[in-house]
């Protein structure tokens, strides 16, 4: 196929032939692009490219920052309800406590352990006796008094919260706070 004066097949390349057709080939919208860059000023269509890749980094950012943000509200979400079904289990080992059930024995390791996860996971009771009552945080299901100064009497159910977020309300007895207490806390607060 090959012939003394074409000793190239058609198929194949030389760097000659390529540096030919790239000599004689027409001016593409590439050079011209270039060309206009030239003058010093970005074309239009520059321009608009280089809004186009702003608008989109700009999304790109909103959009990762959004994702990191419902991750983030997602396993806050996941470890409040798993605490939440494990709170039954926490108020039947507390129970446990009230009646001595875990001075020693198998089952204080156990509720030492709850426990120490459940902090780790940042849980934590409120709902004392003598708190100032919160409707917020605090369920009444009887109220002693007039209602002039409400305080948590008696804690019926404790009230847990993870990282300030409300668990499980506290189900408390409400009382008015005593007068003499509210004399004492009166000269100590001018």
């Known amino acids: 196929m090959t012939s003394p004066e074409n000793p190239v097949e058609p198929d194949e390349v030389t760097p000659e032939a390529v540096a030919e057709e790239s000599a004689t080939a027409p001016a593409g919208p590439d050079d011209a692009a270039q060309a206009e860059v030239v003058d010093g000023a970005p074309s239009s269509k520059e321009a608009e490219l280089t809004a186009d890749l702003q608008r989109v980094s700009a999304e790109f950012a909103n959009y990762r920052k959004r994702t990191a943000r419902e991750v983030v509200d997602a396993r806050a979400a996941g470890k409040a309800f798993v605490v939440g079904e494990l709170l039954v289990v926490l108020d039947d080992l507390d129970?446990?406590?009230?009646?001595g059930d875990l001075e020693a024995g198998p089952l204080k390791s156990v509720s030492d352990k709850l426990d120490g996860v459940l902090k780790g996971l940042g849980l934590e009771p409120f709902?004392?006796?003598?708190d100032e009552f919160d409707p917020a945080i605090h369920e009444a299901v009887q109220h002693e008094g007039d209602g002039a100064d409400p305080v948590v009497g008696t804690v019926l159910r404790q009230g847990y919260q993870i990282d300030g977020r409300v668990i499980r309300n506290?189900?408390?007895a409400v009382t008015d706070r005593p007068a003499d207490a509210s004399v004492q806390s009166a000269p100590g607060d001018s």
């Not at 709902?127 to 003598?130: D, L, S, V, Y």
Request: proline content about 0%.
């Open 95 to 99: 129970r446990a406590r009230g009646h």
């Open 127 to 130: 709902g004392a006796e003598g």
């Open 170 to 172: 506290a189900m408390v």
